[in-house]
């Protein structure tokens, strides 16, 4: 069993920056992939960034190219989002998650263990 938690969660201005860590339990590999997704109410959870397993290539939505960064640290079995120039459209309850398959996927059904989420929320 692999249990996920995120923490870093918050209230921030426009502009600012923000950082979330997640932290890995259980029989976590250092070749799974892990990704971070985020979900407003109402909405469908949507991918972020991902990395691959062992520190490899990592993915970026479009929406947050240049702004947000994915790190890993296969040591501690955790992994990080460093979000800088965030915009009001950014709030929403960001989840980390593990697969346990092949490659780097960017859809939520390819992720087989989640965290409870953490909330962020960008306003003045």
């Known amino acids: 069993q692999v249990q996920l938690v995120e923490s870093g969660g918050g209230l921030v201005q426009p502009g600012g920056s923000l950082r979330l860590s997640c932290a890995a339990s259980g029989s976590i590999f250092s070749g799974n992939a892990m990704g971070w997704f985020r979900q407003v109410p109402g909405k469908e959870r949507e991918f972020v960034a991902a990395?691959?397993?062992?520190?490899?290539?990592?993915y970026y939505a479009d929406f947050v190219k240049g702004r947000f960064t994915i790190s890993r640290d296969n040591s501690k079995n955790t992994i990080g989002l460093q979000m800088s120039s965030l915009k009001a459209e950014d709030t929403a309850i960001y989840y980390c998650?593990?697969?346990?398959?092949?490659?780097?996927?960017?859809?939520?059904?390819?992720?087989?263990?989640w965290g409870q989420g953490a909330q962020v929320t960008v306003s003045s």
């Open positions: 990395v691959s397993g062992r520190n490899g290539p990592k």
């Open positions: 998650a593990v697969s346990r398959g092949y490659g780097v996927p960017t859809t939520t059904f390819a992720y087989d263990y």
